[in-house]
């Protein structure tokens, strides 16, 4: 069974463009969740979809940043315009659980992005 | 609000021997379960072990074995005969129980495992 696969897995662009990082999560997990790297510093999360709904969105950074995951299969998460700050490892994990439980959630590999 | 310590930016370790990577964290959960990913410089990140706070024996699996001790916030992860494929970033991470709980990462230990 194929795991989580993000796309793209490396980005570079300038400050003020869009880019957009795809997430397929495993087949059949409906928690999806984005988590962010920035060089040196912890993992943090960003968001969490439960099929196609926001679970919980109190990590994105601020409104430049826009996730989606229309019928609840891959997600999107678009960064427009791109700040230097926005530089680091996008991660996103899904799982398939039940409220309360401890499911492991499955990482993807990562998107490493940079903005110039 | 919960929070991951991991207090050692990098680790060597000879081949062979064993190794332990501290985390302490902090929450205000009664419940909470905590974990220990491992990232190569491939990038992805591999769930090692789990230890659920109710649990009580140590949680092991393999030569990873999670060394937790409630009353000090600790859950170090110790990994028995180093091998060179175990060169890695190590993340410690929590979260806690009831509802759909995000998972609260530290900042990681870099375990350079030497020949």
Known sequence: ?116 | AQKITQTQPGMFVQEKEAVTLDCTYDTSDPSYGLFWYKQPSSGEMIFLIYQGSYDQQNATEGRYSLNFQKARKSANLVISASQLGDSAMYFCAMRGRGGYQKVTFGTGTKLQVIP
């Open chain 1, 1 to 116: 069974e194929a795991g989580v696969t993000q796309f793209p897995s490396h980005s570079v662009i300038e400050k003020g463009q869009t880019v957009t990082l795809r997430c397929d999560p495993i087949s059949g997990h409906d928690n999806l969740y984005w988590y962010r790297r920035v060089m040196g510093k912890e993992i943090k999360f960003l968001l969490h979809f439960v099929k196609e709904s926001k679970q919980d969105e109190s990590g994105m950074p601020n409104n430049r940043f826009l996730a989606e995951r229309t019928g609840g299969t891959y997600s999107t998460l678009k960064v427009q315009p791109a700040e230097l700050e926005d530089s680091g490892v996008y991660f996103c994990a899904s799982s398939q659980e039940e409220r309360g439980s401890y499911n492991e959630q499955f990482f993807g590999p990562g998107t490493r992005l940079t903005v110039l």
